[in-house]
């Protein structure tokens, strides 16, 4: 029975998942602020889709992008510094039009140069054919020869001396410029085969310099690919472009690690990628920068459950308990609190923080019915057991709304908001075969919510 509740109760937590973004976009429309992020995002290539636009792309690393320049011009950043901060971040590969510079015009106008020579080379080659002496044709000098000597060798009323003037003429050495075919000058060939040579290799190098090298490995067939897969790309595109993504941004943040935004987005990359153990490294550093932040310690215990196997005991419940110490309100928080003591098997108080989260929740919200589903479910499972449960009823009004910051200080990175972290870890407490479906309810990005704070 008590399995059975957690399976239950992770179906539960599932659907709840599903639904918060919902939630958050319903309690807090703007449409002027859609309307220019829709502009810009329009202008910006998803990272992990194949020829979509980041306003186009249903990715979850794409609406968390969205989330970031939604947060960003929220605080007032202007358009193009937008741009540039995501540039910076990952390269001119994130532009979907890339821009027309020096280091680019091989990319932009080589094409059109290599048309405009191979054009050049073959009118130039059917003049000089066109243009060429009929006496200079070595097949017509040859069949006169062939002709005169037949002549000769069938004229047999006459004696040889007298044949032999005949056929001289005809037989008489061709000049050396009618010996051979017209040659061609070798300079042409020399330099179609330079430009055919040329042009790959410097658009090559270029491609490896700005663009996104490991897109080259989708021929090498992958067995799986964590990363949600967009649109028509298959498996292989997808991990290469996160892949490449997250290599450079490690590369940026070995330079300057002085950077919370940049450690925590690395961290919910390395997630995304079922690199748990780098995860909770990478969120080490974001929490070291920003201590005091209740909600990157609960994403940093989720990762480190993720790493030790998909248990909340140890390490993991010691950062939930001290993001609760930060925050008694976090939901993330709760809703991991409330699966490590389900893990434990203290039902009790697993409703107890369960019910605290619930108040949390818009009372009206889809989310809200769906928690209250959850512990329906919990309860039930404790008088089954006959275990006396809290007569304490699960309605009632929000202390907050679902959209409130977790801090008031919001950084330019925007993720997750705090309705849909808090509902995806209350799936962690039911039994998996594989930390993977943990990982991946964790990095479900919303178009909207709290990110991490500026340190202070």
Not at 37 to 57: E, F, I, K, M, P
Not at 118 to 140: K, N
Not at 323 to 337: M, S
Not at 394 to 423: C, F, I
Request: hydrophobic letters at 45%; glycine letters at 6%.
């Amino acid at each position: 029975m008590h399995r059975m509740w957690r399976v239950v109760r992770c179906v539960a937590a599932a659907w709840v998942a599903i639904l918060a973004a919902g939630a958050v976009l319903a309690a807090d429309p703007d449409p002027a602020l859609d309307a220019r992020v829709h502009a810009l995002a329009a202008q910006l290539r998803c990272l992990v889709c194949q020829n979509q636009t980041l306003a186009d792309s249903d990715a979850d690393l794409a609406v968390d992008l969205r989330g970031q320049i939604r947060e960003q011009l929220r605080q007032g950043t202007s358009e193009e510094a937008v741009k540039d901060y995501l540039v910076q971040r990952y390269g001119d590969f994130v532009l979907y039009k890339p821009p027309v510079r020096p280091q680019t015009w091989l990319l932009w106008f080589g094409p059109l140069v290599l048309l405009i020579g191979t054009s050049v080379v073959i009118v130039r080659r059917r003049r000089r054919r066109g243009h060429a002496p009929p006496g200079a044709s070595p097949s017509g000098a040859h069949s006169e020869s062939k002709s005169g000597s037949q002549a000769a060798s069938q004229s047999g009323s006459q004696s040889a001396p007298q044949a032999a003037p005949q056929a001289a003429p005809q037989l008489a050495p061709l000049p050396a410029s009618a010996s051979r075919p017209h040659a061609r000058p070798p300079r042409s060939r020399w330099a179609v085969a330079a430009a055919l040579v040329t042009l790959p290799v410097a658009a090559a190098f270029l491609y490896f310099h700005l663009g996104n090298p490991r897109a080259l490995m989708a021929a090498i067939p992958m067995q799986s690919a964590s990363f949600p897969i967009s649109g028509d790309g298959d498996h292989s595109v997808q991990q290469a472009q996160i892949e490449a993504m997250v290599s450079r941004l490690a590369m940026r943040l070995r330079k300057a690690p002085d950077d919370p935004d940049g450690w925590y987005m690395l961290a919910r990359s390395y997630g995304a990628l079922e690199r748990f153990d780098d995860a909770a490294a990478a969120y080490a550093k974001a929490v070291a920068l920003v201590p005091d932040a209740a909600a990157l310690r609960a994403d940093y215990a989720d990762a480190l459950a993720s790493a030790s196997g998909g248990s909340l005991e140890g390490a993991p419940l010691e950062q939930i308990r001290q993001a609760l110490a930060l925050d008694p309100d976090e939901p993330k928080a709760l809703a991991l609190a409330g699966s490590a003591a389900a893990e434990r098997g203290d039902l009790k108080e697993a409703i107890r923080y369960w019910e605290h989260l619930y108040r949390l929740l818009p009372s009206d919200s889809l989310t809200a019915m769906r928690v209250a589903a959850n512990l329906a479910a919990a309860q039930s499972a404790m008088e089954s057991a006959g275990q006396p449960t809290s007569a304490q009823a699960v309605t009632g009004p929000a202390k907050r709304p679902g959209t409130q910051p977790v801090s008031q200080s919001v950084s330019q990175s925007g993720s997750q908001s705090a309705n849909q972290s808090a509902n995806q870890s209350a799936a962690r407490s039911a039994p998996q075969p594989a930390p993977q479906s943990d990982a991946q309810a964790v990095a479900q990005p919303s178009p909207d919510g709290p990110g991490l704070p500026r340190p202070q």
